[in-house]
């Protein structure tokens, strides 16, 4: 059975968790948080009275997708990355009259399924899905080539990149969709570290289990025996990185093997699954600017809670 669950494992996950338990801070990239489990329990957080981001964006969306459409004009391909389910796109496409959708997602069933239902629900729109990375440069559909681009990456999912790797990003987007064209994106604001705390420390405990559930995708997937019930879900506001961070924190001192390495950990330590970066309004821009991205335009809700940006790939020019 050892033999079989080690066989059938993913190899780049069983690399991250080793490597990530094994370092001097202990860290899993967040990614691993979403497997079948997971990405149910982040659904769930979405519907949270805490988690305000989902919310917040999807009612700005439903404000402002017509401005933005009327400023960036007909005719788009509009290309999502990291679409998943691809909810609120039906509110950027019900307002904008684009050509063509192309949405982009690493897991190939999800993005098929979705690309259909989408397809029935806007007849005349021609749906291109790419399975694909998108956090490297993809090469769009010849069909597109005469069609304006129009990049969507709503959700604040920039958030979950320390600034270098979403600077990256930001610029193989730019190589992805080239000059002219547009980017639209959501961004979670800096605010009251009380209310951003209530956010990934939910009162229900779904955030937890959306943490926790980490330790037992390790333990079946990677053959672990960890004692899931030593750790407690811990939700931390750090100031100066401007971050919330998600750690699974140990009350006792432990011992335990992951596809057979032997790891100890003392009571108290903990091991970093997330990061969730928050941006005030200059930050946004200064990122946006550092990604080849120039702001055109930008919306918030009442409170300031969320952003939504519209910048431009504008031709590049030599520093004056
Ligand atoms: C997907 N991402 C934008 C979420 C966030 O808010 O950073 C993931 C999440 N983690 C805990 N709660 C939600």
Not at 11 to 24: E, I, K, M, N, Q
Request: proline content about 6%; hydrophobic content about 45%.
């Amino acid at each position: 059975m050892d033999a079989l669950v080690q066989a059938l494992a993913d190899p780049d996950f069983r690399r991250d968790v080793l490597a990530g338990l094994a370092a001097p801070i202990r860290a899993i990239p967040a990614r691993w948080l979403y497997d079948r489990r997971g990405s149910e329990l982040f659904e769930a957080i979405t519907r949270l009275p805490e988690y305000y981001l989902t919310r917040t964006e999807t009612a700005l969306l439903e404000r402002r997708c017509p401005d933005v459409a009327r400023i960036a004009g007909p005719g788009q391909a509009v290309v999502e990355f990291g679409s998943g389910a691809s909810v609120k796109t039906r509110i950027l496409l019900a307002a904008a009259a684009a050509s063509a959708y192309v949405p982009i997602d690493i897991s190939g069933d999800f993005l098929r399924d979705a690309a259909a239902s989408l397809g029935e629900d806007f007849p005349g729109l021609a749906v291109h899905p790419i399975e694909a990375d998108f956090t490297r440069p993809i090469e769009l559909p010849e069909a597109l080539d005469a069609l304006p681009r129009f990049g969507f990456f709503p959700g604040s999912t920039i958030g979950n990149m320390i600034p270098a790797t979403g600077v990256d990003l930001l610029r193989a987007m730019r190589r992805t969709l080239g000059t002219g064209a547009w980017l639209f994106i959501g961004f979670d604001r800096v605010k009251d570290p009380a209310e951003l705390l209530e956010a990934y420390d939910d009162r229900a405990g779904v955030t937890a289990e959306f943490n926790l559930n980490l330790l037992l995708r390790i333990n079946r997937e990677l053959d672990g025996d960890i004692p899931v019930e030593a750790f407690r879900h811990r939700a931390i506001w750090n100031e100066k990185l401007s971050r919330i961070e998600m750690h699974l924190q140990v009350a006792r001192d432990i011992g335990f093997a992951v596809s057979g390495r032997h790891f100890t950990m003392s009571a108290g330590e903990t091991i970093h699954t997330e990061n969730s970066h928050k941006y005030g309004e200059r930050d946004a821009r200064t990122l946006l600017l550092a990604g080849g991205w120039t702001p055109v335009e930008e919306w918030t809700d009442e409170a300031a809670r969320f952003a939504l940006v519209l910048a431009r790939a504008e031709p590049e020019r030599s520093a004056p």
